[in-house]
């Protein structure tokens, strides 16, 4: 986003003026957005640029910076009505001055040149501190916060002026590109971004954002190396297909400005390109480069979705196939057994928030079922297997042997699975290897004990046998589905469930229900903290005790308590859980009767 126009624009929803931020020097007055980009060269430099938007303010509060206080004054006709600055109060000065110190100490823990002003009792400067502020966010050593609401935009100009004095531009970040090698070797050769605005380089891009809108899909791209006209041809690194930039606009908040070239530094938005987040865009000369890829963990909920109107399947179709390609870490599937589209996310609230934007966005009430955990199950002792697959029926049959052994994986790599060749000689022709692979891979989708996958698994092949004639591809896939099959019913097995780290903050007056009801969900306390009247617990809890707590922490701290939590680990789950999910995997499969009085899932 550009500091010149965007950045406000962006933040408050104004359209056509609003008033430059007084950091840049230039007079308090009513401009039009078009005129703000202007320079004697024509091309904006980077040090006028922060790719940046967000709004936030403060409502009457102290500044422990400028040492000013911050009044709102009930206008927002004007953006330079908004807030007013003067002294503070003499009742507020002592605690003014505390807060202030307390800010010089922890930027001076960050920064070396603040900390030797505060070494040698040296009192710094508003600039000074400002100068050491930026140095330390530039080094991801310190984070500036600021309070406030976007409700009447309380708040917004000290964002916009920080945003400006300490957020880097794209010339001081250090961007790299992968080069895509034929081999997949893991070692990948990165290429440093060059953030000259010119088109001394080729372009590089990145689609970061997806929206609808009334023209079609709406792509965001961030230019990272060269220049983008419209009219030009781009490629897509993950597909290889070329598309041609028919138009080329910059976003100010709701209201787009055709722009004939962006360059490196710039956001831009495309219309008509098929693409899904986190796709690079690169001319014909750098199509073998792609931008480093955000870490998409794998999800660890699912539920069953439906529309409640079987009429609207097509509408239903449409929203799905666009989150997916919004969000990477939304999957969607189709179960072929339940007959039932099953999504998948990274929690309760991630799912929740799909199926509202289902209804609000398509007009699409849909239907969810109970949240399901990504389960997986694993072996607790190594296991030896000898499998011979024979299959006679006149002419050419089939026929492959594998001897070798299964192995359970350290827990730290209990999502994993791993072939491993240990053949010598020709008994296991080397071109049936990844056949065997292949077959171990796909009996891993369902295990024996209550369905969910495999994981945590190395499949060590050592010997094996083949047949000059009744030997091909198939019938060794089928000699690895049968290996496995064998070694687990020589073997003892085990569910593996996903723990979540889980970060409480609560009023120290209820740290006591609070520690008693993790521990109703089977939780393990890691650590507490505390500051002034709240506390902090960290906890290990398996996800599957986890649903319906947000509910239950709001009622037991009166609406006081907060909680985030994220994956951490799958570890083997209690024997009572192990064995409801048995029970109910055979029940479903009809190898068990149903209990009277529970409906067959």
């Known amino acids: 986003m550009r500091v010149l126009g965007a950045?406000?624009?962006?933040?408050?929803g104004y359209r056509p003026l609003f008033r430059v931020p007084a950091a840049l020097g230039w007079r308090r007055k009513q401009v039009n957005w078009k005129f703000c980009r202007w320079c004697s060269s024509g091309i904006i430099p980077n040090e006028k640029i922060r790719n940046i938007g967000i709004s936030a303010h403060i409502d009457s509060g102290k500044t422990t910076l400028t040492?000013?206080?911050?009044?709102?004054?009930?206008r927002i006709a004007q953006m330079h009505e908004i807030i007013r600055y003067g002294e503070i109060p003499a009742e507020l000065r002592a605690a003014a001055a505390d807060h202030r110190q307390e800010l010089i100490e922890c930027v001076?823990?960050?920064?070396?040149?603040?900390?030797?002003?505060?070494?040698?009792?040296k009192v710094p400067s508003i600039s000074d501190l400002k100068l050491a502020i930026r140095r330390a966010t530039l080094s991801r050593s310190f984070a500036p916060v600021f309070l406030g609401s976007a409700l009447k935009n309380k708040g917004v100009q000290p964002l916009?002026?920080?945003?400006?004095?300490?957020?880097?531009?794209?010339?001081?970040?250090?961007?790299?590109?992968?080069?895509?090698?034929?081999?997949?070797?893991k070692e990948k050769t990165k290429i440093l971004m060059n953030s000259k605005r010119d088109n001394s380089h080729p372009f590089v891009g990145l689609a970061f954002k997806l929206e609808a809108g009334r023209f079609g899909q709406l792509t965001y791209v961030r230019n990272y190396q060269g220049e983008l006209r419209k009219g030009d041809t781009i490629y897509n690194t993950r597909t290889g297909k070329k598309v041609r930039v028919q138009r080329l606009v910059r976003m100010h908040a709701d209201v787009m400005e055709d722009v004939e070239e962006v360059f490196a530094g710039d956001i831009c938005a495309l219309f008509g390109i098929d693409c899904a987040s986190g796709d690079t865009f690169t001319n014909k000369d750098n199509s073998g480069l792609s931008m480093e890829s955000i870490h998409v963990p794998d999800p660890v909920i699912s539920v069953a979705m439906r529309p409640s109107n079987k009429n609207?399947?097509?509408?239903?179709?449409?929203?799905?196939?666009?989150?997916?390609?919004?969000?990477?870490?939304?999957?969607?599937?189709?179960?072929?057994?339940?007959?039932?589209?099953?999504?998948?996310?990274?929690?309760?609230?991630?799912?929740?928030?799909?199926?509202?934007?289902?209804?609000?966005?398509?007009?699409?009430?849909?239907?969810?079922?109970?949240p399901k955990v990504a389960f997986r199950e694993t072996i607790t002792a190594p296991v030896p297997f000898e499998f011979t697959h024979k299959k006679q029926s006149g002419g050419a049959g089939q026929f492959g042997k594998v001897i070798g052994v299964l192995e359970p994986l350290d827990p730290e790599n209990y999502t994993k699975l791993e072939f491993t060749d240990d053949t010598f000689g020709t008994n296991v022709p080397k071109q049936f290897v990844p056949a065997v692979e292949k077959g171990f891979l796909d009996a891993c989708e369902k295990g024996p004990l209550s369905g969910h996958k495999l994981s945590g698994l190395r499949f060590v092949l050592q010997d094996g046998a083949h047949h000059m004639v009744d030997s091909n591809e198939i019938s060794f896939v089928r000699a690895g589905e049968g290996a496995l099959k064998?070694?687990?019913?020589n073997t003892t097995?085990?569910?593996?469930?996903?723990?979540?780290?889980?970060?409480?903050?609560?009023?120290?007056?209820?740290?006591?229900?609070?520690?008693?009801?993790?521990?109703?969900?089977?939780?393990?306390?890691?650590?507490?903290?505390?500051?002034?009247?709240?506390?902090?617990?960290?906890?290990?809890?398996?996800?599957?005790?986890?649903?319906?707590?947000?509910?239950?922490?709001?009622?037991?701290?009166?609406g006081k308590g907060e909680y985030t939590m994220e994956y951490c680990r799958y570890q083997p789950c209690l024997p009572s859980t192990q064995e409801d999910l048995i029970n109910k995997y055979l029940e479903a499969t009809g190898q068990l009767p149903v209990k009277k009085g529970k409906a067959k899932n």
């Open 67 to 74: 040492e000013r206080v911050l009044y709102y004054t009930g």
């Open 312 to 370: 609207d399947l097509d509408k239903f179709s449409k929203g799905i196939g666009r989150f997916t390609r919004e969000d990477p870490t939304f999957k969607v599937h189709f179960d072929i057994e339940s007959k039932e589209t099953i999504v998948s996310g990274m929690g309760e609230l991630h799912l929740e928030i799909y199926a509202q934007r289902m209804e609000r966005e398509y007009g699409c009430p849909c239907i969810t079922g109970k």
């Open 108 to 121: 001076a823990n960050s920064d070396e040149q603040l900390g030797e002003l505060f070494l040698e009792e």
């Open 486 to 489: 064998q070694a687990l019913a």
């Open 493 to 558: 097995l085990c569910i593996l469930e996903p723990i979540m780290a889980v970060e409480i903050i609560a009023p120290n007056e209820f740290q006591g229900s609070v520690i008693a009801g993790i521990n109703r969900r089977h939780g393990v306390i890691t650590g507490q903290d505390g500051i002034e009247d709240y506390f902090t617990l960290y906890a290990d809890v398996p996800l599957n005790n986890m649903f319906g707590y947000s509910t239950e922490l709001r009622s037991c701290t009166e």
């Open 160 to 185: 916009l002026d920080a945003v400006l004095e300490y957020l880097p531009n794209p010339s001081e970040v250090q961007n790299y590109a992968l080069l895509n090698q034929e081999d997949d070797s």
């Open 7 to 12: 950045a406000t624009a962006v933040a408050l």
